[in-house]
């Protein structure tokens, strides 16, 4: 039986939304239904189909008690919503069904693990959120929660970790059929650390292991864990908050890590040998992946950030995006993301050039657009003189536009949406360190009417970032200080 919470939800967002026009969204992006969106959650495939909860409040854009909305997609592009699936209304959760994940169980029906949060109010007038894991079993629609949540509470927990942050857990069924999950939790450092527990069944569940432990290293607490393997490497995302930059690799604030190392199973223990900020951009936070029916790693992330919320503006009634869907590759000990390979099926309307060697402001008859696909080669065009700059200026027209940028000497990439119409004080611009030789370097820019992601040499990077530009502004040109040659090839993506 829904609660009258949920199916005032359900109500609420099914007349709210139909007030959003299509055009007024992204268009192949998955966005709130209505009001507010984080993390995504719950990303998986059951019954034939992908599934995408998310961290939703319908009623303000602004985060709120934290519901699970959904949809669902056969090719992760086209989407269609489905009734909320799990609002705040036991007494274990009310004040909120935090960021989990989910797995198809084998009877046929769809487990949910998800974090349920209780406000515990101290005599000193503090509030402290008590978070523990719990279980939801459903049909792909309606989801009832299970009646001996919560299943992981503090008493799972080791010597010394903190009851107010535990969170996020990430479920997978092992081989054997047994099932694993990982789970966010600051240790008596104060930093992060993910724990491991095991299950027989996805319901009982003990503690096996700390998996991996921050040390103050990336930031303070790590949220929303994701561990998997993936070209014979055992590959530990997560997003930590309060991260401190080094040089260009992090950024203030909440960031993304992928760590890349070694899974000893027996003793539960990860072992870190390379690190990476997941996405160099402005927008992308507490991504979750899936494993495709065809074996590929599919990655989504939230394409926002807590640092960059102020973007809002009081006319929308929704607020909140994912990321593309992204195929991983561990390549050379790194993360490599790329679009999911289904977008190319999208694309219409071809545009091609190949060197074109300018040095001033240059437009390209048909490239515009603010849903396209961009592949760029750019090289220098005068062989004794290396240029100064390359740009690639777009949601443009005279009085807006957004930019990517590249300095050859530095090898650095930047993303400034200063001018794109944001009438906030919050973080508009991001540089990061790229691999250029002789000042070549190939990109591949896909926007989505609200949003860039720019996919540096063949995925070795990406910088994502949204930009909330009024859509008559679909002006792209190029830019050059010194002589660039350049091969351009632009479609359009009808999704
Ligand atoms: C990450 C996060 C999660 C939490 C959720 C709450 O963005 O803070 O740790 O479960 O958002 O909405």
């Not at 949910?112 to 008590?130: A, F, S």
């Not at 999208?346 to 240059?362: E, G, L």
């Not at 993303?415 to 790229?434: E, L, N, P, Y």
Request: net charge negative; proline share 4%; aromatic share 12%.
């Amino acid at each position: 039986m829904n609660s009258q919470t949920l199916r005032e939800a359900r109500k609420y967002e099914e007349a709210s939304a139909k007030r959003i026009h299509s055009d007024d969204r992204p268009s192949f992006h998955l966005s709130t239904r209505v009001g507010w969106m984080n993390d995504p959650n719950g990303f998986s495939h059951y019954n034939g189909k992908y599934h995408m909860f998310y961290q939703y409040y319908p009623y303000d854009c602004h985060w709120g008690p934290m519901h699970w909305g959904h949809a669902v997609s056969e090719d992760l592009l086209h989407w269609e919503y489905l009734p909320a699936a799990l609002a705040p209304d036991e007494f274990y959760d009310m004040d909120g069904c935090f960021s989990g994940s989910a797995v198809s169980l084998p009877d046929g029906r769809q487990l949910l693990m998800y974090t349920g949060v209780v406000k515990e109010r101290h005599q000193n007038g503090g509030i402290h959120e008590v978070q523990t894991q719990c279980l939801a079993v459903g049909d792909g629609v309606d989801y009832e929660k299970y009646e001996k949540n919560p299943v992981l509470d503090e008493s799972d927990l080791p010597k010394g970790s903190s009851r107010f942050d535990f969170r996020d857990p990430k479920i997978w069924q092992k081989e054997d059929g047994t099932y694993c999950c990982v789970v966010g939790n600051r240790p008596a450092d104060g930093s992060g650390q993910i724990l491991l527990y095991t299950s027989p069944d996805g319901f009982q569940w003990s503690f096996k292991s700390v998996l991996a432990s921050n040390n103050s290293r990336f930031g303070k607490m790590w949220e929303c864990p994701d561990f998997f393997l993936l070209d014979g490497k055992w590959v530990l995302l997560t997003s930590p908050q309060d991260m401190l930059p080094r040089g260009f690799e992090y950024h203030n604030g909440n960031g993304t890590l992928c760590l890349i190392g070694e899974f000893d199973e027996e003793a539960g223990t990860f072992c870190d040998q390379h690190n990476q900020a997941i996405d160099y951009g402005i927008d992308f936070y507490a991504p979750q992946t899936v494993l495709t029916p065809d074996g590929r790693r599919v990655m989504i992330g939230w394409m926002q950030n807590w640092d960059t919320c102020g973007q809002r503006t009081t006319d929308v009634l929704w607020f909140g995006q994912m990321s593309l869907p992204r195929e991983l590759s561990v390549r050379n000990g790194r993360l490599y993301q790329n679009p999911i390979r289904e977008l190319e099926t999208f694309r219409s309307n071809k545009a091609a050039y190949r060197n074109v060697t300018f040095s001033d402001t240059m437009e390209l008859e048909n490239i515009r657009g603010r849903r396209v696909d961009i592949e760029l080669t750019i090289r220098p065009g005068d062989a004794d003189n290396l240029y100064h700059k390359f740009a690639l200026r777009f949601a443009q027209n005279d009085k807006f536009q957004t930019s990517l940028s590249f300095r050859p000497r530095e090898s650095i990439l930047k993303v400034d949406r200063k001018h794109s119409g944001s009438r906030r004080a919050i973080i508009h611009q991001r540089r990061s360190k790229v691999n250029s030789e002789n000042g070549e370097l190939k990109l591949r820019v896909i926007m989505d009417r609200f949003s860039v992601e720019v996919f540096v040499n063949g995925g070795e990077q990406v910088m994502s970032a949204v930009l909330y530009t009024d859509q008559s502004a679909d002006g792209i040109s190029f830019y050059a200080d010194g002589t660039v040659n350049m091969d351009v090839v632009k479609y359009d993506l009808i999704v």
